[in-house]
């Protein structure tokens, strides 16, 4: 058995987070708020180290330009007060306009032209010939602007649900072995670290 204190105090927060399984209890509930408040804590020790390696360090050096991104997050503040809570609506603008042409162009070049770049392979494998008219059955299933006008498009598009549910459950069962994976691991940190008993 570990004489390690932090090992401890890990295994009994994983013993009371366990507990969820038997009913909703205290012992749970004080788990879960202590997982919140400390994520929170995190949270903002994280944003305060921020402000001052990005803010207040560079302008103790003279960087002017640094003033202008700090004044969009004080105007964030204004939220607290009815009052001025309009001045928010700058830095949210500048906040949301940013980000969004950030993430498109990322996703542009992701989603679109790789994606597409993706597709366009020699038919010289089953591999390639069933990833080629799995995208082909899947994107007639969701062309909807003309309709499915004859036999072999209703086949297309009945094939592509079937791909889009195989591929479905091959996602959930991944989430389930990572979920699994994650609990062994925990059952084995109770097991070895903790108490011992397995070597």
Not at 73 to 94: D, E, I, N, Q, T
Not at 144 to 167: D, P
Request: with cysteine; net charge positive; hydrophobic share 55%.
């Amino acid at each position: 058995m570990s004489t390690n204190i932090s090992v401890w105090i890990a295994a009994i927060l994983t013993l009371a987070a366990f507990s969820f399984l038997y009913k909703e209890n205290p012992v749970y509930r004080v788990t879960e708020y202590l997982l919140v408040g400390v994520g929170a804590a995190y949270a903002l020790v994280q944003g305060w180290q921020n402000v001052l390696t990005r803010c207040i360090e560079p302008l103790a050096k003279g960087r002017i330009a640094v003033l202008f991104p700090a004044i969009l997050g004080v105007l964030l503040f204004s939220k607290l007060s009815k009052k001025s809570a309009w001045l928010a609506r700058y830095p949210m603008a500048a906040l949301v306009s940013l980000g969004a042409s950030v993430s498109l162009r990322a996703a542009v070049q992701t989603d679109v032209i790789k994606q597409i770049g993706a597709t366009m392979i020699p038919l010289n494998s089953l591999d390639n010939v069933v990833m080629v008219f799995g995208t082909m059955s899947v994107l007639t299933y969701f062309f909807f602007t003309v309709g499915l006008k004859n036999s072999a498009q209703h086949w297309g598009a009945r094939l592509g649900r079937w791909v889009m549910m195989v591929s479905f459950g091959a996602q959930l069962g991944s989430v389930a072995m990572l979920r699994t994976s994650l609990l062994i691991g925990r059952i084995d940190f109770l097991f070895r670290t903790w108490l011992g008993i397995v070597k």
